[in-house]
């Protein structure tokens, strides 16, 4: 049997909840990825030299109670943000180079699930990521933090022009991205089977995109959407930086 035709059948066997859930993988590696490019920073017990930041106690606390972290590791995430947005501009925010540097080794090119992180993280929408945004940001990944949190935030993922519903160009283009992200082909026909699967199954009152409320009920049929939206090690920050 032709490799692509067997390609072809072994995603047809897929369910489609999983094909669905293969398009947050990448988004969540890419943060996954983004922590450890940069966790150098946690093997040394001298915080790592930038600008000196404006965060202090009282801050670091605050964005404690604000999120799911503990206070030692709102504290190691400092740390990382500090080495993070150090890398290029060194002006207390990450812009998107520092990210494409930490994740390539370089600042040049695009990458579609890179593009979707950074403007979700990216809350204030100022073109740049402050230490609260990226704590906020990264809280929805904890273990500790509610599916309602994941749910809202595997939603905005699939609403590229942010308008509070998913039309149908947008599932096509995440489906698009996720393909050429993982190096696969499809044809047009599966590639509109897929698309129209998405919304015989998720548009509840068929009105031709896919609203909160609709996601909300997609999601507790099909809760493997969100099995990779939790990083355990977010847990790790006070061992790593040697706090007790």
């Not at 040394?44 to 965060?55: A, F, I, V």
């Not at 972290?69 to 993070?84: M, P, Q």
């Not at 925010?93 to 990210?99: D, T």
């Amino acid at each position: 049997m032709d490799p692509t035709n067997k390609s072809l059948l072994g995603c047809r066997a897929l369910k489609f909840s999983e094909k669905l859930c293969a398009a947050v993988f990448p988004v969540v590696s890419i943060i996954d990825a983004l922590i450890f490019a940069v966790s150098g920073c946690f093997e040394y017990r001298n915080p790592c030299r930038s600008k000196e930041s404006h965060y202090g106690n009282k801050e670091i606390v605050r964005l404690s109670q604000e999120s799911h972290f503990t206070v030692n590791e709102v504290e190691a995430l400092h740390e990382l943000f500090k080495k993070l947005s150090s890398s290029i501009f060194d002006d207390g925010f990450v812009h998107k180079e520092e990210l494409q540097l930490a994740l390539f080794r370089t600042s040049c090119g695009q990458n579609f699930f890179l593009d979707r992180v950074f403007d979700i993280f990216d809350k204030k929408r100022t073109g740049v990521i402050d230490l609260e945004e990226f704590v906020h940001s990264l809280s929805i990944f904890h273990p500790n933090a509610p599916m309602e949190d994941k749910t809202e935030f595997a939603f905005k993922l699939y609403d590229l022009r942010q308008t509070g519903s998913i039309g149908r160009e947008e599932v096509k283009q995440m489906v698009i991205a996720l393909l050429i992200e993982f190096d696969m082909k499809l044809t047009d026909e599966l590639l509109d089977q897929i698309i129209e699967k998405t919304f015989m199954d998720a548009d509840a009152d068929e009105d031709g995109k896919i609203n909160e409320q609709d996601w909300n009920a997609f999601v507790a049929r099909h809760p493997s959407i969100l099995r990779n939206m939790t990083l355990p090690y977010l847990k790790f920050a006070q061992v790593k930086l040697g706090m007790t």
